[in-house]
């Protein structure tokens, strides 16, 4: 059975690009039958709080906005 799921999951994701890094770095793959799904860094609700020590830079309020300005132009492609 699980090899016969994996195999199954195998050739459904034979024409799909699955990528890992900078959104910035996705851009290219925006399109009508595109799936985006982004997991940045969350402002931390208490002082001391935080769930950013994962990334090598700040991901801050600028960036925040410069996520959802991407997320708002590849929406606007027909991306999802």
Known sequence: MEEELIRFNHKLLQD????????????EYTGANSLFYFDPP????????????????????????????????IGETGAK
């Open 16 to 27: 799909v690009v699955i990528l890992d890094g900078d959104y910035r770095q996705t851009a």
């Open 42 to 73: 969350y402002k931390p609700v208490n002082e001391g709080n935080s769930c950013t020590s994962y990334m090598p830079q700040d991901f801050g309020d600028e960036e925040q906005i410069n996520l959802a300005n991407f997320c708002k132009g």
